[in-house]
């Protein structure tokens, strides 16, 4: 079994950063793809971004130049540093990552956390 525990949501101003930390635990061999997606009110989960066990990172056009997604191997942890936080950053955030165990390859997400952002 693989948990995944998100924690760094809250309540900020706009212009102002948080950081969201996915902390992976379990029966893990390894972890390829990381990602965080979101939820606002009404709309459909969208991704983030993504990063792969290289480094290689990918962002929606929305939160480019002002989110920064890393991952600690070793540790099993993937963040997500937001700044310049707008209002329409406002949502559910979710952490999503594949997990090698064994020979078996499998998705798992966290439980959300919640970002508010107030103008």
């Known amino acids: 079994q693989v948990q995944l525990v998100e924690s760094g949501g809250g309540l900020v101003q706009a212009g102002e950063s948080l950081t969201l930390s996915c902390a992976v635990s379990?029966?893990?061999?390894?972890?390829?793809?990381m990602h965080w997606y979101r939820q606002g009110p009404g709309v459909q989960r969208e991704l983030v971004a993504s990063v792969s066990r290289g480094g290689t990172t990918n962002y929606a056009d929305s939160v480019k130049g002002r989110f920064t997604i890393s991952r600690d191997n070793a540790k099993n942890k993937v963040n997500l540093q937001m700044n310049s936080l707008k209002p329409e950053d406002t949502a559910v955030y979710y952490c999503?990552?594949?997990?090698?165990?064994?020979?078996?390859?499998?998705?798992?997400w966290g439980q959300g956390t919640q970002v508010t952002v107030s103008s």
């Open positions: 379990g029966s893990i061999f390894s972890i390829g793809l």
């Open positions: 999503n990552v594949d997990v090698l165990s064994g020979q078996r390859l499998s998705n798992y």
